[in-house]
């Protein structure tokens, strides 16, 4: 497979320091914002990337449930893989990105649980068979077959379901933002947020 002639030029916006707000959470609720009045349907879909202790890194994509005066709330098992991770190094990034706009926000901090409280009502408040769904799930072990899966389901007939300890939120607390916006013949804006001293820092960032 060759893609080296498979290339899109980027012309829809830019991003200015005389426009951009200067908190970076107002610029992301602005963005975010944008993309709700696209045709994305998951502009939520996140990437989130940690890493072991000893920096081996890995990412899968999650949905952002929240975005509050405190960070950006997702919710998985903490006992899979990034579960696992992120007990050993809170340090993670979460990467959006939304091709119709042509931008890209990636922002790093650290991982908190969420309190047990919190995790439960957004749990109760899901699908019943999403609650079953993360019941069953050893998210990330390996598993003899799907059958395994079906029959768990079966076995948890006429039951009530309980959050199990291992299900429930994380909130990643930013240290770092940086919006990037494509522009014409590779000239991207990119501009940054970093907490400095309790104060965010603005700056400009080269393609
Ligand atoms: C669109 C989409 C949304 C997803 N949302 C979540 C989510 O909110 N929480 C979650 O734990 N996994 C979610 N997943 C599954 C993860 O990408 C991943 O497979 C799973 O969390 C196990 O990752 P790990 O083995 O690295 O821990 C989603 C996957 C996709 C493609």
């Known amino acids: 497979m060759d893609l080296h002639h498979h290339r899109t030029n980027y012309n829809k916006s830019e991003l200015s320091e005389d426009i951009i707000q200067q908190a970076p959470f107002d610029q992301f609720m602005i963005w975010f914002k944008d993309v709700q009045d696209t045709s994305i349907r998951e502009a939520n879909a996140m990437t989130l990337a940690t890493a072991t202790a000893d920096g081996k890194p890995s990412a899968r994509i999650v949905l952002l449930k929240e975005v509050n005066e405190r960070g950006f709330v997702f919710y998985t098992n903490y006992a899979s893989r990034k579960g696992k ?69 079966k076995a948890l007939k006429n039951t009530t379901p309980k959050r199990p300890e291992s299900w429930g939120g994380y909130v990643l607390v930013p240290e770092y933002f940086e919006f990037w916006q494509g522009r014409p013949s590779r ?7 970093r907490l400095v001293d309790d104060a965010w820092k603005i700056e400009r960032l080269s393609p």
Request: proline share 5%; glycine share 2%; aromatic share 12%.
């Open 85 to 153: 991770e992120i007990e050993e190094n809170p340090q993670a990034q979460i990467l959006f990105f939304w091709d119709d706009l042509e931008r890209q926000i990636r922002i790093e901090g650290r991982l908190e649980k969420l309190p047990t409280e919190v995790s439960d009502t957004y749990f109760y408040s899901r699908p019943i068979e999403s609650q079953f769904g993360a019941i069953i799930s050893q998210q990330s072990s390996v598993i003899p077959s799907r059958e395994y899966l079906e029959e768990k389901r």
């Open 187 to 193: 000239l991207h804006d990119r501009i940054s947020y």
